[in-house]
């Protein structure tokens, strides 16, 4: 089992099955709170472990841990600070198939898209082990005569992170990594629905070295995120979740003056033109719609024909989708897995009941889906709809789950329009031949993340990472250089000797 017991705090950290603990100060330690979740495999219902339901003693100790290790964590040199993290690496690709078993289990998608998942984790890894460098200010000679000018950049503190269920291994690794390679300490508030895999991977930042107190797990929901948002002593946070949340934690954070980029939902819109390449343009597609079981920000929502497109595009999507193969991630034959729980599923099913009675025709339609073997997993097949449109809550709402629209336009100028009557402005994509045609979507998107040929823009660690208007709400995006940004204060020295 992945969850191994290490006893290298004062508690040992639970098997699988058993509850987890909170991280804080490199200690394994028991919530003061006695209310816990269940994790459940989605595929098979089996209990998987038990997760606290944190308290607000909990968040003050995590942070109190966090600030008390700073101070000796920022004197320590940044290329000292990197060797845990080069060693970090090594460890998470020593266990990697572990690992995306173990995320294969709590989440549902398969495991080769956990085995990709933690590659892009460890990519950012990857990116933090440039800090030396990546950190350097700048300096100029003479501003004056004999007086210099110098820029350096220093961490601020404590930094905290609340993530969703979707990547609970990869998206906590686009801020720690970072926080703690440019001398900050950390307190992650993981997701409350699938937290064992990353619980596992703070098990090997430990056995890779890094001091107590640097990075800590406080595990829970709504109240561990109030008491870090509320908690004087933390200088930023990071959140990814849906926008409702994204922008309630922006508001609050932004309210007591802290750093603060928030991460929020989508509504993808993928716009074939009808020169493209229909058969790669539809391949492209039916893996945004429906890898990770349409449970991305990435994922395309709704593909939008230009003329002449929209039918060859359309047959082949609604094809492609009806042979999707259901089923446990664990099997190598099955391409889409189940969603995260009963409750989403609900959820999932009740927009597709509300498009069916808001006029949308159903091509394909994923509610009745059933693996025999496996009763108990929450599952939905792919679902596409045609004559979806901006006006019905499946056109502008964020679904988060295998349910694709289909719809026609007449031009590129139109399906651009079409996709700003969303409120959402995560990712968009764009199959063509023509760069003429490119360059015009490229220029008028007004997205941050497009995809040209591409149906999942997903910027590397080297990248920022993140939507506009409302998908994103702050300025420094995850990832990239706005990663080194973040976590740290340009200071300006003028000297004169
Ligand atoms: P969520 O908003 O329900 O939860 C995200 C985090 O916020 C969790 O840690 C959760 O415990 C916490 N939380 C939930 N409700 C809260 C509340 N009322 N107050 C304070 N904290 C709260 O999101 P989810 O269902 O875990 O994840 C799916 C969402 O995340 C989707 O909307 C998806 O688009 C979005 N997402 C966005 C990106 C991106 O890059 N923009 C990436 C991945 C996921």
């Known amino acids: 089992m992945i969850i191994a017991s290490s006893e290298t705090g004062t508690k040992r950290q639970p098997e699988v099955g058993g509850r987890l603990c909170n991280y804080i100060g490199g200690c394994w330690s028991e919530s003061t709170r006695s209310e816990f979740l269940p994790v459940t495999n989605p595929a098979t219902g089996e209990l998987l472990g038990e997760v606290p339901m944190s308290s607000r003693a909990d968040v003050t100790a995590a942070v109190e841990a966090a600030g008390q290790a700073f101070p000796a964590w920022r004197s320590t040199p940044a290329v000292e600070r990197v060797r845990v993290l080069f060693r970090l690496k090594m460890l998470l690709e020593r266990y990697a198939d572990e690992l995306a078993e173990c995320l294969t289990r709590e989440h549902g998608k398969p495991r080769a898209e956990s085995r990709a998942e933690l590659q892009r984790g460890i990519e950012n890894v990857e990116h933090a082990c440039g800090i030396p460098t990546l950190m350097m200010g700048e300096t100029l000679e003479d501003i004056a005569p004999g007086i210099d000018c110098e820029t350096i950049r220093q961490p601020l503190g404590v930094f905290a992170a609340m993530t969703p269920y979707n990547f609970p291994v990869m998206i906590p690794l686009w801020f720690w990594p970072y926080a703690v390679a ?17 619980q596992r991977v703070v098990t090997l930042a430990e056995e890779a070295g890094l001091p107590a107190g640097v990075l800590n797990v406080v595990h829970g929901d709504r109240e561990a995120v109030t008491a870090l948002l509320e908690h004087p002593d933390v200088q930023g946070v990071s959140f990814v979740g849906s926008s409702q949340v994204a922008r309630m ?9 802290k750093r603060v980029q928030a991460l929020g939902g989508a509504k993808n819109h993928m716009i074939v033109l009808p020169d493209a390449d229909y058969d790669q343009a539809a391949r492209v597609v039916l893996s945004s719609a429906f890898a990770s079981t349409g449970q991305r920000c990435l994922a395309g929502s709704v593909v939008v024909g230009v003329g002449e497109a929209y039918e060859p595009v359309r047959d082949r999507v609604v094809d492609g989708a009806a042979s999707l193969r259901l089923g446990n991630g664990l099997d190598a034959a099955v391409d889409m897995g189940p969603v995260i729980s009963a409750r989403h599923r609900g959820r999932v099913v009740g927009y597709v009941e509300q498009g069916a009675q808001e006029g949308a025709h159903l091509l394909l339609d994923g509610r009745g889906a059933t693996v025999p073997e496996l009763p108990h997993g929450h599952w939905i097949g792919p679902t596409v709809f045609e004559g979806m449109t901006p006006g019905m809550a499946i056109g502008r709402e964020e679904i988060f789950g295998p349910v694709l629209g289909v719809t026609r336009v007449d031009s590129l100028r139109e399906a651009v329009a079409l996709m700003h009557k969303i409120e959402y402005g995560n990712a968009t994509s764009i199959f063509t031949t023509s760069g003429r045609a490119a360059r015009e979507f490229r220029y008028r998107a007004g997205i941050s993340m497009i995809g040209v040929n591409i149906g999942v823009a997903a910027p590397m660690a080297f990248f920022p990472f993140g939507g506009s208007r409302g998908s994103f709400f702050g300025d420094l995006k995850a990832q990239g250089r706005d990663a080194i940004e973040f976590y740290t204060d340009r200071r300006v020295v003028i000297s004169r000797w």
Do not use: R
């Open 249 to 257: 934690i922006y508001a609050q954070a932004a309210a007591t003056g």
């Open 182 to 198: 440019t001398g900050n300490t950390f307190v992650l508030k993981p997701s409350e629905q699938d937290p064992l895999t990353h």
